[in-house]
T-cell receptor
């Protein structure tokens, strides 16, 4: 079945460490997105990519980086510059205007 | 960027009762999406509305978009425990790579 796979489901990061969240899709979607969700809040856009080798900053890109070397993959790196990284991270993909397909999320905690 | 306000932020309903969630935009909506989220999980697509006055239904859930395309409502009839979760509305941007902006979500609890 086609879908989006995020890994890991849970991730713990030490202070000053960079971590990378994986997002893979086999839906043949051109566009992919990363959102952050804090407790009791909606989703905020971090980065998005409409095509391979191209991506744009969203509303809260500071402290994050992405790459889009393959159509299927859109990994997100949370760098040490992100001072408050504890959150739930959601990856999504879309084609045309038919809405998004979401992954099951990665919960990142700073320890 | 487009801002979406959802109301209420949370609600508790008795099983079998109806409930309504509202989503209001400061700008004209070019595609309004409703999603449901279970805690700690991804979002499940419910419905998409594009035309003013449009109404769609799936099982016991009905979504409407007003004529001015600035407000949408999600109505659940005869709620069941399976309807519990977080409901989010998302709006597309007319010319921005199909980005979606989301409202803050409405947390629904159904009491048996």
């Amino acid at each position: 079945d086609g879908g989006i796979t995020q890994s890991p489901k849970y991730l713990f990061r030490k202070e000053g460490q960079n971590v990378t969240l994986s997002c893979e899709q086999n839906l043949n979607h051109d566009a992919m997105y990363w959102y952050r969700q804090d407790p009791g809040q909606g989703l905020r856009l971090i980065y998005y990519s409409q095509i391979v080798n191209d991506f744009q900053k969203g509303d809260i890109a500071e402290g994050y980086s992405v790459s889009r070397e393959k159509k299927e993959s859109f990994p997100l790196t949370v760098t040490s510059a992100q001072k408050n990284p504890t959150a739930f991270y959601l990856c999504a993909s879309s084609v045309d205007n038919y809405g998004y397909t979401f992954g099951s999320g990665t919960r990142l905690t700073v320890v | 960027s487009q801002e979406l306000e959802q109301s209420p932020q949370s609600l508790i309903v008795q099983e079998g009762k109806n409930l309504t969630i509202n989503c209001t935009s400061s700008k004209t909506l070019y595609g309004l999406y409703w999603y449901k989220q279970k805690y700690g999980e991804g979002l499940i697509f419910l419905m998409m509305l594009q035309k003013g006055g449009e109404e769609k239904s799936h099982e016991k859930i009905t979504a409407k978009l007003d004529e001015k395309k600035q407000q949408s409502s999600l109505h659940i009839t005869a709620s069941q425990p399976s309807h519990a979760g977080i409901y989010l509305c998302g709006a597309g941007h007319k010319a921005a790579g199909n980005k979606l902006t989301f409202g803050g979500g409405t947390r629904v609890l159904v009491k048996p």
